[in-house]
């Protein structure tokens, strides 16, 4: 019986063509950039967001007064800008003067402290005024390196106020050129995809617009009530804590509902 010969081995190849290579490198270098330029791109969509959401209140000023869409949307952009910071100094102000005056009573309420019969008594049988002293000498010390944090905090402070003034530039823009913008990108499409873009584009704008509005209104209702009832039962600050209660009431929650809640209802 003759025995059967082995096949020949197989050979394997594996080729990369040139497109192939081409196009990891192109998505490499897009990953890359993106990574490189992650927050002038994170600018340009809060900016771009921002835009959108003011698309509404600048069409409307716009049609309603028959002014140019510069001067509206100059208008609206200021106007959120002053309504924004007159909410920051309500709610800064009386923390500052709050901290200024316990500053300023501070070597009296020291001074209270020690002349207290409870202090002596806890001096006499404990070192705790010298340990203060000695804390205090290393706090004195320490105040070269304290400096630098502060300058640190204050370089990022004035790095969120630079990206708030772009950002601002940047919406006052896009706002004013959304139209042309919208006109260029339905220019480079057919006309049936045009037409479809355009309905799409209206039902997206006026529901972020309508949704930021709402937003706006439920928090402002909020802010005020609880403000007004921190107020009325005396609490200190009440119109710092409705400013806060009106900010918290823009976070956006979720309105899902639990089975057990939803087979209630359904019952």
């Keep these: 019986m003759s025995s059967v010969p082995d096949p020949p081995p197989q050979r394997v190849e594996i080729t990369i063509s040139l497109r192939t290579i081409t196009l990891v490198l ?3 270098a897009f990953v890359w950039a993106f990574l490189a330029a992650r927050q002038a791109v994170l600018w340009v969509f809060i900016a771009l967001f921002l835009a959108i959401v003011l698309q509404t209140p600048v069409t409307w ?3 309603r007064t028959g002014m140019r869409r510069g001067n509206a949307a100059m208008i609206v952009v200021l106007g959120v800008i002053g309504f924004l910071g007159t909410l920051a100094y309500l709610l800064v102000s009386p923390f500052v003067g709050a901290v200024r005056n316990l500053i300023e009573d501070l070597p009296t309420i020291v001074e209270r402290i020690r002349a207290s019969h409870l202090f002596q008594q806890i ?3 404990t070192d705790l005024f010298d340990r203060l002293q000695e804390r205090a000498q290393t706090l004195a010390a320490e105040l070269p390196t304290k400096l630098g944090d502060a300058f640190e905090v204050g370089g990022r402070v004035f790095g969120f106020g630079l990206g708030a003034i772009t950002i601002t530039f940047m919406t006052l823009f896009l706002v004013i050129d959304l139209p042309n913008l919208s006109r260029s990108l339905h220019s480079i499409l057919y006309p049936r995809d045009s037409a479809r873009t355009a309905v799409l584009e209206e039902r997206i704008t006026r529901t972020i617009g309508r949704y930021a ?6 928090a402002t ?3 005020t009530v609880q403000g007004t009832a921190a107020w009325i039962i005396g609490v200190p600050f009440a119109l ?3 400013i806060v209660a009106g900010l918290l009431g823009l976070i956006p929650r979720s309105g899902r509902r ?3 809640s939803c087979s209630r209802s359904s019952r």
């Design 221 to 223: 209702i909020a802010g």
């Design 26 to 28: 192109g998505v490499v």
């Design 61 to 63: 000023l716009e049609q």
């Design 213 to 218: 509005i709402g937003a706006v209104a439920i």
């Design 258 to 260: 639990s089975p057990r």
């Design 123 to 125: 001096d006499q049988r």
């Design 240 to 242: 710092a804590l409705g």
